[in-house]
């Protein structure tokens, strides 16, 4: 497509902004002793209208369609309370009184009936953590991420550093990760899980094999979807944490209504992280005299620094005539990485570093129509400016000292060093469209379309490729189209979602020969078709179970199709994956939701993996190699057991193993069934919170919390060859962090002291890679409105 | 209540009776089982990961004579998913850990035929290192693309003892006009080496570009140190070297940890050094066929009157021959690739397809026959033990691994171990 066919196309999305009639609610909240109750969240359920309490508890929503709603008073601490209304042409008055719960669930563990308790009851069934109340503590989102039932998070180092999600037994790019239901790869690594602060982060909802239409994605084993901070209240929400690495973090988010009617927003947030994650490496080579014997010794890792900010401004409306919610976003974040060695921690690299700058704008418009009808839009554009420099001609050891080497580059001996600047430009559209045909049919459409060139130039790689091919513009097309049909029957204790999932893509890459050497570029389009069905039934209000099938396919990403223009080289001609998954599940919940216990079983069968592959010793390209099949089964439980104590524990073993061999025999066909090498099947996360109420000044309270994580012992190589214990593995790790905080009243300002693998143990993940070990960090954080 | 007591100890102690009347009893006691006597072999094999890497697994053997089916079940893994060379010296084993970690570690038997690592050391100064040539117990030398050093090693006690530095002789950035006009040398990389007599002979490799492993000159190239002036605790030795020698019938000379330490550099039975150039370095065939190169035994210099074309003994020009597995009384096996049987569409076919066959060939009447119709991966099945007039030759087809007898003399063959992973036989001190 060329820019003007996208001229067209994004112009079609702006005929859905139009005008629309509505009217008003006003109320006051009060507790049961009628005190006023400030911040308390009112609105209508399944819109995103709604307001929040003053001081004096009263609330104020605006620009209401005429209909029949639910409206929802709720505020953590105490029992939502639901309202029927009927919204004519005359102002309602709707009046709240809340009780205290008795028992005060963790946000992690879901409290009841939140937003994200009424996401996890669709049919899809996805894992949600609210992070409002993990604001007091320096939790990274990726851990909050890895502490949820059957996900694990495998991390390459400390702040910053490469992970990969693991979800029901498909890991890596088969992931996508979604900010506001946006593709973090149209906005930029600087909104990646592994930098995102989680202070701007509202709730991340993490949905397992079977994914909604209305990502508009090609997600194979998952999504997870962040849902940044959009508080109906003026406020000012600042943070600085300092910890063990030399690590600063900081962030703020303010956002102010322009009116008194709160129809008119301006909102910025923005985060800065650094890390020298200068951590401790052990068992590694110490050169120990001039003839550079080593000896196993421990050293601090020298070049992993990592500096990274964002900043976004949005300005938008919210409740009027023609949007719900409409805004214009913009945001910067920029990224300095150094890199301390490739895939394995054996030999480390001095002097490989590079960055990346991204420049987002987006404009968004919701809408609801009667009732019946949701809309909703977005159009957006990318700039992403990336270099990595790796031109040093040496070899380096732990202790920093270093040799000549003939060649350029630490990240290959057999390459001539690496320069790529490269620029990547992605423009991006999608609609949703949600019809309720009746009370218990309604139909959603989604088209995501996006268009991505990148072109730049690798001064040092031409050497390698023998002609410098970023110099002429490479670019994908995608295209989804999906469509699913909600059905709810016997009295809506049962759900039914069938959908179908269209994909398109049409490419233009680079083509490179097995020796690295350029030959041509590729065109190649595909035309795909995915389809799925799932089911929820609820026995009783508080047993239900849900079965889900979906035939899921994931077409190749920026990276497997342009290469990473150091470690990975492009491949044109990958294939799409493709997936057969299958959930089963049953949730049970006692003691008016303080016991929750759940449990799902869930099958993939993974054809077309693309899997990195060494082509040279210091170039990879992604392949289409494995076959798999993953059975495994998750089980949680959350529980309030007495007053302020939360507990929750989940666990995950699954066997993911080898159902074919790849099409050049990479793999021996006696792997057959055998578990796939490098990958954790049992783990385990418990953690606990305990909340002390009123210390030294009403209405504080101290925050103690302790949580761990539980990986078992796992083989780098093929299971069955070798005695046991004679094998390289990823030893057993059992990793414990806790943290204590105080929180003033009304969660105004807080400190938090948390102990990060607090046993001092040696952690590894992927190839024995290492990470941290025991850290502290510091959090301060403050909380106006 | 009584009668259920009463019954349940009857049942129970009909129960013991029957089971002290078990068959066992009736069974001849078989006196003490004797201990096991001590294994003479040991199986190598080498499973490939979902890369380019492959894990070794290495186990002991008690003959040779029967056929036999082995998994990887009683090996001990000593390499884990990355490449290696492996050799044998004074029955202890040591893997050469080329690509990460740059390293060589060495693996000994305990009383129990037990594999463990004894010691290890780093080499990342040498960067990509070439085969090992062990000396003796406390010396054995290694070298490397990086910088201009030769490693000198105790293989005793894993230490680095010395260097020999040939920096005085460096020939980086050597015009050789090859490939193209002006072209030089980019790299240059210690591969193998050889002792015999007083000489230390050090083959090279010179490549004008390592990405596409392009040669940077069309010739043979040896570096010639005299043994007796090393000092293996002195990191410069370079008063100890001889010369340069070169040989433009063949290019480049050693395996450079191909095949999992396959050797092309070997001495007979006079001493004379007999190497194979096998002109074809990453598949990059410059247009000489494969031959064999002689250096007499006390001589600093090619033997002008020695060559042989493998190539056309074989199977014609064109098909690269690799391995020099030497049997004894000018006799070698070695693989020729049929350039036919590559697949054009497979970018991988090369390494990883049944492409080589195996010739027995005759450095003296300079001939060659086929072993047998067989197709294998040539690439990585490269190394054959002998004992006695066999032959014990390692075939890797796409669905199958095992090790075939070849009678030497007559080439009749039988297969006499399937394993999991490419094999190799070594025999036990």
């Known amino acids: 497509m060329n820019h003007k066919t996208y001229s067209t196309f994004f112009i079609f999305y702006f005929i859905f902004f139009y005008c629309h009639c509505q009217n008003s609610i006003t109320g006051t909240v009060l507790t049961e002793n009628g005190v006023p109750i400030q911040n308390a969240s009112v609105y209508l359920e399944n819109t995103n209208i709604g307001s929040s309490t003053n001081k004096e508890g009263t609330y104020h929503i605006s620009n209401v369609p005429v209909g029949d709603y639910t409206l929802n008073a709720s505020l953590i601490g105490y029992s939502i309370q639901k309202k029927k209304i009927s919204i004519s042409n005359t102002p309602l008055v709707i009046p709240f009184i809340l009780s205290q719960e008795q028992n005060e669930l963790n946000e992690v563990v879901v409290s009841s009936k939140s937003s994200s308790q009424k996401l996890k009851e669709t049919a899809y069934k996805p894992e949600v953590v609210s992070l409002q109340k993990m604001q007091i503590t320096s939790t990274s989102t990726i851990d909050i991420v890895g502490q949820l039932s059957g996900v694990r998070i495998r991390k390459q180092g400390g702040v910053g550093s490469e992970s990969t999600i693991m979800l029901n037994g498909i890991s890596g790019k088969g992931i996508r990760t979604f900010v506001d239901g946006i593709p973090i790869d149209l906005l930029g690594s600087g909104f990646s899980l592994n930098n995102i602060s989680s202070n701007i982060i509202k709730q991340v909802e993490v949905y397992k094999g079977l994914v909604p239409v209305k990502f508009g994605t090609d997600a194979l084993g998952g999504v997870i979807n962040i849902e940044t901070q959009n508080r109906y209240k003026n406020y000012i929400d600042a943070f600085y944490t300092i910890g063990s690495w030399n690590t600063h973090q900081a962030g703020i988010g303010i956002k102010r209504y322009l009116d008194k009617n709160k129809k008119q927003f301006f909102q910025v947030d923005g985060f800065f992280n650094h890390s020298d994650n200068d951590y401790w490496m052990h068992d590694v080579d110490i050169v120990v005299d001039e003839l550079l014997n080593t000896e196993k010794g421990k050293a601090k890792r020298f070049n992993d620094k990592y500096t990274s900010f964002l900043g976004r401004a949005q300005y938008g409306f919210q409740n009027v005539s023609w949007a719900d919610d409409f805004r214009v976003i913009l945001s910067l974040s920029d990224i300095t990485k150094e890199w301390q060695h490739g895939i394995r921690a054996v030999s480390p690299w001095g002097e490989v570093h590079g960055g990346n700058r991204d420049f987002n704008s987006i404009i968004s418009w919701k809408k609801r129509y009667n009732n019946n009808l949701k809309i909703s839009g977005l159009l957006g554009y990318n700039l992403l400016k990336w270099e990595i420099i790796d031109i040093a001609p040496k070899n380096y050891f732990w202790d920093g000292t270093y040799t000549d080497k003939p060649t350029k580059g630490e990240s290959g001996f057999d390459i001539e060093g690496r320069t790529p600047k490269i620029n990547t430009e992605s423009f991006f559209g999608r609609i949703n469209v949600n019809y309720k045909l009746n009370d218990n049919h309604s139909v959603d459409f989604t088209n995501l379309t996006s268009y991505r060139e990148i072109k730049g130039h690798d001064k040092a790689g031409a050497a390698t490729y023998k002609e410098d091919f970023y110099t002429n513009p490479q670019n994908f097309t995608k295209s989804f189209f999906g469509l699913s049909v909600e059905s709810k029957a016997f009295n809506k204790k049962l759900t039914n979602i069938f959908s179908l999932k269209y994909h398109y893509m049409k490419s233009h890459i680079a083509n490179l020969k097995e020796d690295n050497t350029f030959t041509n570029y590729i065109d190649n389009q595909y035309n795909l078709l995915g389809y799925g069905d799932v089911l929820k039934f609820s026995f009783s209000p508080n047993i239900s179970t849900h079965l889900g099938y979906e035939y899921t396919l994931r077409l190749p990403d920026s990276d497997e199709l342009f290469g990473d223009g150091i470690t990975v080289s492009p491949n044109p001609n990958l294939n799409p994956e493709k997936s057969h998954n299958i959930n089963l599940g049953l949730e049970y919940k006692a003691l008016q939701n303080k016991l929750i216990i759940a449990t799902t079983g869930f099958y993939r069968d993974t054809k077309d993996q693309m899997f990195l592959n060494a082509v040279t010793r210091g170039v990879s390209i992604y392949d289409n190699l494995l076959h798999t099949e993953a059975k495994g089964v998750e089980g949680t439980i959350t529980a309030i057991p007495i007053k302020n104590l939360t507990l929750f524990f989940n666990a995950t073993w699954q066997d993911i193993t080898l159902k074919d061999t790849d099409k050049y025999g990479n793999i021996e066909a006696r792997h057959i069934g055998s578990k796939i090498p490098n990958i954790p099947y049992l783990f385990a996360n418990t953690g606990t919170t305990y909340n002390i109420p009123n210390v030294g000044i009403d209405n504080s309270r101290i925050e103690l919390s302790y949580n761990n994580n539980y990986v078992h012992e796992f083989f780098l190589a093929w299971e069955e060859d070798g005695i046991a214990a004679s094998k390289a593995k990823i030893p057993t790790q059992f990793i414990h962090n806790a943290s204590i905080g105080y929180v003033f009243p009304n969660d105004k300002y807080s400190i938090n002291l948390e102990c990060r693998n607090f046993t001092d143990q040696l952690a590894y993940d992927n190839y024995l890679v290492q990470k941290p070990g025991r850290s502290f960090f510091l959090k301060l954080r403050m909380y106006i409105n | ?429």
Not at chain 2, 341 to 363: E, T, V
Request: proline share 4%.
């Open chain 2, 1 to 429: 209540m009584l009668r259920s007591k009463t019954n349940l100890i009857i049942i129970s102690f009909l129960s013991i009776l029957l089971y002290s009347c078990s068959s066992d009893d009736d069974k001849i006691i078989e006196p003490t089982k004797p201990v096991k006597e001590k294994d003479t072999y040991a199986l190598l094999t080498a499973v490939k990961g979902g890369t380019f890497n492959y894990s070794l697994y290495l186990q002991t053997m008690d003959n040779l004579t029967k056929t036999k089916d082995l998994d990887n079940k009683n090996a001990t893994e000593i390499v884990a998913e990355t490449v290696t060379g492996v050799y044998q010296y004074d029955g202890n084993f040591y893997t050469n850990l080329y690509f990460t970690p740059e390293r060589i570690e060495k693996w000994s038997l305990n009383e129990k035929q037990e594999l463990t690592k004894q010691g290890s050391i780093s080499l990342g100064e040498l960067g990509y290192q070439g085969n090992v040539y062990f000396k003796d117990k406390n010396t054995a030398f290694v070298g490397g693309p990086a910088g201009t050093k030769i490693a000198i090693f105790n293989p005793e006690t894993m230490t680095k003892t010395g260097y020999i530095d040939y920096s005085s002789v460096s020939r980086i950035g050597e015009v050789t006009n090859y490939p193209n006009q002006g072209d030089k040398i980019n790299i240059q990389a210690p591969s193998e080496m050889i002792v015999s007599g007083n000489y230390l002979y050090i083959g090279f490799c010179f490549l004008n570009d390592f990405q596409t492993y392009t040669p940077a000159s069309p010739t043979a190239d040896i570096l010639v140190v005299d043994l007796t002036k090393i000092d293996p605790s002195s990191a410069d030795n370079s008063n100890a070297i001889v010369k340069w020698i070169s040989n433009d019938k063949g290019n480049s000379v050693g395996s450079w940890n191909s095949g999992f330490g396959a050797k092309f550099m070997i001495t007979d039975e006079k001493n004379d050094i007999y190497l194979l150039s096998h002109n074809y370095w990453g598949a990059v065939n410059i247009g000489k066929p494969a031959c064999i190169l002689r250096i007499k035994s006390g001589q600093t210099d090619f033997d002008a009157d020695y060559y042989f074309d493998l190539e056309t003994a074989s199977r014609g020009i064109g098909n690269p021959v690799m391995n020099l597995e030497y049997a004894g009384n000018g006799i070698f096996f070695a693989t020729s690739n049929d350039i036919t049987a590559i697949n054009p569409d497979d970018p991988y076919s090369y390494y990883q397809d049944p492409i080589a066959q195996w010739y027995k060939f005759d450095l003296h009447d300079k001939t060659a026959t086929k072993v047998n119709d067989e197709y294998t991966q040539g690439s990585y099945a490269s190394c054959v033990y002998f004992e006695d007039d066999k032959a014990y030759i390692p075939f890797k087809t796409k669905t199958k691994s095992y090790i075939k007898e070849v009678n030497i003399n007559t080439l009749e063959s039988k297969d006499i171990i399937t394993a999991a992973g490419i094999p190799r036989v070594f025999k036990l001190k």
